[in-house]
Nanobody, 126 residues
């Protein structure tokens, strides 16, 4: 059974840090591009970051550049999102999503992703 399992969310004060993990279960990790999306209440889902199957290509939405870092360890079939200098506007449910390598990498379009995790809630509040 193929599934993506996110972990690492929680409550943090502004300026704090969280590291999200996305475990790829039943996937051959190097065969998938991975993206993180987030959705806040009443808002549309938006792309946060992207990493290609090999890790050689990454991308970030402008509002998180310089604060968030995406990485992957294909030996552990896990993708990480290190989030630093968190702001209240980063509060959202965070999802990881996978797209097969035989498809071209796509940034920011949730419709391009075939597999989704259940999400992990991140709340930034004092």
């Amino acid at each position: 059974q193929t599934q993506l399992v996110e972990s690492g969310g929680g409550l943090v004060q502004p300026g704090g840090s969280l590291r999200l993990s996305c475990a790829l279960s039943g996937f051959t990790s190097p065969n998938y591009h991975i993206a993180w999306f987030r959705q806040a209440p009443g808002k549309e889902r938006e792309g946060v970051s992207f990493i290609s199957s090999s890790g050689s290509l990454t991308n970030y939405r402008d509002s998180v550049k310089g604060r968030f870092t995406i990485s992957r360890d294909n030996a552990k079939s896990t993708v990480y999102l290190q989030m630093n200098s968190l702001k209240p506007e980063d509060t959202a449910m965070y999802y990881c999503a996978a797209r097969p390598i035989f498809m071209p990498p796509v940034w920011g379009d949730s419709r391009a992703y075939n597999y989704w995790g259940q999400g992990t809630q991140d709340t930034v509040s004092s």
